[in-house]
């Protein structure tokens, strides 16, 4: 696999494949204009491209349409004329596994690009809370990065994502939620809250990503508000403005260390842009207001970025910037040699950045049984037999 380095570290790793699109492409992920596009070339009147374009967004994004056949709205000539050049294809679920908590982890397969080829599957999570539903999505097969407490980040890059297969991972959680038509005042969404911060490092497929999530946030469609979305990265410094101000949705930013030697063995990417470039690019990420702090993420590791030393350093380097800190227990998951700094140590370093005026909640691990926890994406269902998916995948549709 073809790799970048630095000083013979691995930073990043380079796709193993380019999408090719199909001769059958899917509408999904379309915007607005590459829609009327679309619908132009199998002959659509430029008059009625509008009326056209709005038709099919409210049944691909309101109603959550999977068929043309039941698009009532639009006739049947035209039904039948995308039928013929398109389709409206979505991941599906051939696995299912739900937590002990309520979270549950979906193991989804992509639709193949040409027939009789291996089809490419991610995970996808979602966590049930008592005033949200969040939705954690993929934005790549596998990861560019090699973040060494990360299990994702020990799987190979296979390819980016689309902005159709990152928009069906809402589509399909909608599906199995059955959360389509709801969102009135009685009837809240199930599927709140976005956050991308699954397999994958987004800001490496920055269009899709920004495309995607331009569709989520319509208000004329799955209406998730930007608020309600959180781009999350390790640290891809020439991209963070372009999210701030192409997409204006919330920002994450893994740290999860406060010196760059350290954080060079964390997140190697820390070699490419370090700890000083990263906050540079936060403090004038476009649109940061105490309304729209900066989430930081800080992994707790015993023993390695955990001392009181450190919550004292990291109040220190963040000092200017609207932010709140997310501390976060370690997940474990195999093979790691990392462990889960004492509850204790959590809560003393904890104390020391709330003191500072930061809010520094501990975040609750969500899934660990089924490792559907943050970092541990892409590890158990890659172990399970053809009978044990099939299994699982009949289960899914059953229930």
Request: net charge neutral.
């Amino acid at each position: 696999m073809t790799t970048v380095r630095h000083a013979d570290v691995l930073l990043e790793k380079v796709p193993l494949e380019r999408y090719v699109p199909p001769a059958k492409p899917s509408l999904l992920g379309l915007s607005r204009d590459d829609l009327a596009d679309a619908l132009a070339g199998i002959g659509v009147p430029e008059p009625q491209l509008k009326m056209r374009v709005q038709q099919l967004w409210h049944w691909l994004y309101v109603r959550g349409a999977a068929d043309f056949d039941i698009m009532t709205s639009v006739s049947k000539e035209l039904r039948q004329a995308l039928a013929k050049s398109f389709t409206l294809m979505r991941p599906e679920i051939v696995a299912e596994q739900v937590s002990v908590d309520g979270t549950r982890k979906w193991l989804l397969q992509l639709p193949p690009e040409h027939l009789g080829e291996t089809p490419h599957q991610v995970e996808c999570v979602y966590i049930p809370e008592t005033d949200r539903g969040t939705l954690c999505l993929s934005s790549q097969v596998g990861c560019t990065l090699t973040c060494t407490f990360c299990h994702t980040g020990t799987q190979r890059l296979v390819r980016n994502l689309t902005p159709g297969e990152i928009v069906g991972q809402i589509m399909i959680a909608r599906d199995r939620l059955c959360d389509w038509n709801g969102g009135a005042a009685d009837s809240p969404r199930l599927v709140s809250n976005i956050v991308m911060m699954g397999m994958g490092e987004p800001l490496y497929n920055f269009e899709a990503v920004r495309d995607a999530l331009l569709i989520a946030a319509d208000g004329d469609g799955l209406s998730i508000s930007k608020r309600r979305i959180t781009l999350s990265t390790s640290g891809v410094v020439p991209n963070i403005p372009r999210a701030g101000a192409e997409l204006g949705v919330m920002l994450a930013v893994s740290l999860h260390a406060v010196y760059d030697g350290l954080r060079d063995r964390l997140v190697p990417l820390n070699r490419k842009y370090p700890i000083a470039e990263l906050l540079e690019a936060c403090r004038n990420y476009p649109g940061l207001s105490n309304a729209r702090r900066i989430t930081f993420e800080y992994v707790m590791l015993k023993g390695v970025n955990d001392s009181l030393a450190d919550a004292k350093e990291l109040v220190r380097l963040l000092k200017g910037i609207p932010a709140k800190i997310n501390l976060i227990p370690f997940n474990p998951w195999p093979g790691t040699t990392y462990e889960c700094s004492d509850w204790e140590q959590i809560e003393k370093f904890s104390e020391i950045i709330f003191n500072a005026g930061y809010a520094s909640p501990v975040r609750t691990p969500r899934g660990r049984d089924i490792l559907a926890a943050c970092g541990q994406l892409k590890s158990e269902t890659e172990k399970l037999s053809a009978r044990e998916r099939m299994a699982l995948r009949a289960m899914a549709m059953t229930d």
